[in-house]
């Protein structure tokens, strides 16, 4: 046969926001060979008429550390047409380690990143010490391609043991350090990442060990990177939500001093006059931006939405007919009122946060009478009918068997378009996923790139197809340095998704129990995403894997 696949019919979008084309994308031993009218044979054919023929997602900000342990396909990413992520964010590998680390590591991963701790413990073989030793272990055959960073906690840990939660690093221990990312470097990591959010809190409600660093430490572990000449750092800086200048200075001063591309989350794009700026005078700074909204849909039947708050956790774990009538219960429904409007108990370390009452909205009823109220927000209903909130929601799901739908929207369609427009000025990414993290929480934003592709190009016009397609591709390519993906182009890496544009977009999300060792896990499906195609082969056909797992660990500083 003349190649092993052709995508036929399709109209190519290919990466570089370009205007679309209509043409054939042929492909031989996992690399893209021709592009144009394919008249050869091929041992395999996709008929894309009708459909978009792009560039394999790249998706910046995921957690798979530890899936490749108990999931080699990696969803939910790959269904939603992903087939390259950069992993180890936040500071928090798995390696390097040394043995009387790990279990520590692991607990303070999983209680960042909301993972049963367990769960894992039960499916890791931990035959790793280094990190290249790590690489190993997880480069078995995957559906789609990791490109590894390495967290500053393990180095942490690796050159102070201890002291790494108790203080800053004396200069000997900065250099220890400095060697260990050597070495992580030269076996194959992208860069390094951290975290100074006060949010990230191990365990016992301790801060992560990055959170007691110094700035200075930062700096060197930038200044190491820079002489690779190659990489990228990730930081998530102590105000996600809204950095100060200070933090940004920091994050400037790293990205200076190392020369490499700093990603950054927030979480808003109020850092955008600082992050343009920066660009103007040479400095690469990327805001990694969330584009799929957090707004969980939930019922009092199904949630866990409440399981944090006093009172009302114990009345959500009840069986359906004892929850039915502890709701009605009037001393019972009491104490909720008083709970309600005190903060939800968090990790501990982790400040409390409020019920955000006048972000939830009523969106589907069951019951005719109650129609006028869909898309009503719960609190101004309260204060029209004279009610406190919690006896609005729950009066309302008591009459209605608890089938009333509720929905949490944190981002308006305002915010939304001003996070579109940072995106198209080339200094933020729609990219900040989390997939691979919150298995065991209430929601799951996996499929970031298809509401990007669903929501902002078809039913909002915020971006062309061509600039969606380029900003999720290409320019992330271009930003880490991985030169063979991110555009169907001859010579390059096949690592394409074929979808169509008038269906694409997430599924609701669902609680399934494929997580490690058989645990429930949240997971979002995807519409739309017809064939994925990592390494010439096809891993997903109109949904379903294939049983191929080409996929595997991209390591910087080698050919792919």
Not at 351 to 359: A, I, N
Request: aromatic share 6%; net charge negative; proline share 6%.
């Amino acid at each position: 046969m003349a190649y092993d696949l052709v995508i036929k019919n399709g109209m190519v979008v290919d990466g570089s926001g370009f205007p679309r084309y209509r043409a054939d994308v042929a492909v031989k031993d996992g690399t893209i060979v021709e592009i144009g009218k394919i008249r050869g044979a091929a041992a395999a054919t996709i008929d894309a008429d009708g459909l978009f023929v792009a560039p394999g997602i790249i998706d910046t900000h995921t957690h798979y550390d530890a899936q490749p342990f108990w999931d080699k396909l990696c969803t939910s990413s790959v269904w939603h047409g992903v087939t390259t992520v950069l992993m180890g964010n936040c500071g928090l590998t798995l390696a390097p380690l040394r043995p009387e680390h790990r279990e520590t590591m692991l607990a303070t991963f999983c209680c960042v990143e909301d993972l049963p701790v367990r769960s894992l413990a039960s499916v890791l073989p931990w035959n790793w010490e280094t990190f290249g030793e790590y690489l190993d272990a997880i480069d078995h055959g995957l559906g789609l391609n990791l490109m590894p960073l390495v967290g500053h906690n393990p180095l942490r840990l690796s050159a102070m043991d201890q002291a790494a939660w108790d203080r800053a690093a004396t200069p000997d221990e900065i250099a220890h350090m400095q060697r260990l990312l050597r070495e992580s470097l030269e076996a194959g990591a992208w860069g390094w990442s951290t975290t100074d959010s006060p949010t990230h809190a191990g365990p016992a409600g301790q801060p992560v060990p990055t959170r007691l660093a110094a700035d200075e430490e930062r700096v060197a572990l930038g200044r190491t990177l820079g002489e690779f000449n190659r990489g990228i750092i990730e930081i998530l800086p102590k105000g996600a939500g809204k950095p100060s200048v200070a933090d940004l200075d920091h994050l400037r001063d790293v990205a200076v001093t190392s020369g490499r591309p700093v990603f950054f989350l927030s979480f808003d794009t109020n850092a955008r006059p600082y992050v343009e700026k920066a660009a103007r005078e040479g400095a690469q700074l990327y805001n990694l931006l969330r584009a799929i909204p957090f707004n969980p849909r939930f019922t009092m039947k199904k949630t866990t939405f409440f399981h944090n708050l006093d009172v009302w956790d114990v009345v959500m774990h009840m069986r359906v007919p004892e929850r039915l009538a502890a709701l009605a219960d009037p001393e019972r429904r009491a104490r909720m009122r008083e709970q309600a409007l005190k903060p939800q108990r968090r990790r501990p370390g982790v400040p409390g946060r409020l019920v955000p009452w006048r972000s939830i909205f009523v969106r589907k009823v069951s019951l005719a009478r109650n129609q006028a109220l869909v898309d009503r927000n719960l609190m101004e209903l309260a204060e029209q009918q004279g009610k406190h909130v919690a006896d609005m929601m729950l009066d309302l799901a008591l009459e209605e068997g608890l089938d009333t739908e509720f929905q949490l929207m944190t981002r308006s369609a305002e915010e939304e378009v001003q996070i579109a427009e940072m995106v198209k000025a080339g200094h933020a990414l729609p990219s900040q996923s989390d997939a691979g993290a919150h298995l065991n929480t209430n929601f799951c934003t996996a499929g970031e790139s298809s509401y990007v592709l669903g929501q902002w190009v078809r039913d909002r016009e915020l971006l062309s197809l061509e600039d969606a397609i380029r900003r999720m591709t290409f320019q992330p390519a271009r930003i880490m340095g991985l030169r063979d993906r991110g555009l169907v182009r001859e010579g390059l890496a096949a690592d394409l998704m074929v979808f169509d544009l008038a269906s694409i977009g997430v599924k609701e999300d669902e609680v399934t129990l494929d997580g490690p060792s058989g645990t429930p896990r949240r997971v979002q499906g995807a519409d739309g995403v017809h064939h994925v195609v990592v390494g010439g082969q096809a891993v997903l056909e109109h949904g379903k894997h294939t049983g191929a797992l080409p996929g595997r660990v991209l390591r910087a500083g080698r050919g792919h």
